[in-house]
């Protein structure tokens, strides 16, 4: 089974800089789509960007377009999350989550169609 792992959440003032990783074990990423969501207290999780692994289509919610940038290494099978000019508004715990195929890149990365996710990294930002 898929595994993946996030890291490099932590402590950020506004105007910062963060970039998440998502690592993932298990199968290669050949033919997946892969997405980082973001969810805080008595909120739904929220998409924030999504990949493709076969050709790098992406995906970014409206909130971070020009903020934020998602890119995949394969040969790492590693995901990143390259989160600029962050605000406080971005502080959520992160977590990233796979699934095989393009169907959920296609249907704007909705979560639910998503069968594989990390547990998730805080991101916080404030002064």
């Known amino acids: 089974q898929l595994q993946l792992a996030e890291s490099g959440g932590g402590l950020v003032p506004p105007g910062g800089s963060l970039r998440l990783s998502c690592a993932a074990s298990?199968?290669?990423?050949?033919?997946?789509?892969i997405g980082w969501f973001r969810q805080t207290p008595g909120k739904e999780r929220e998409g924030v960007s999504c990949?493709?692994?076969?050709?790098?289509?992406?995906r970014y919610a409206d909130s971070v377009k020009g903020r934020f940038t998602i890119s995949i290494d394969n040969a790492k099978r590693t995901v990143y999350l390259q989160m600029n000019s962050l605000k406080p508004e971005d502080t959520a715990v992160y977590s990233c989550a796979a699934t095989r195929g393009i169907t959920a890149y296609l249907y704007m990365c909705t979560s639910r169609l998503f069968d594989s996710w990390g547990q998730g990294t805080q991101v916080t930002v404030s002064a």
């Open positions: 298990g199968f290669s990423l050949d033919y997946h789509t």
């Open positions: 990949i493709t692994s076969r050709d790098g289509s992406v």
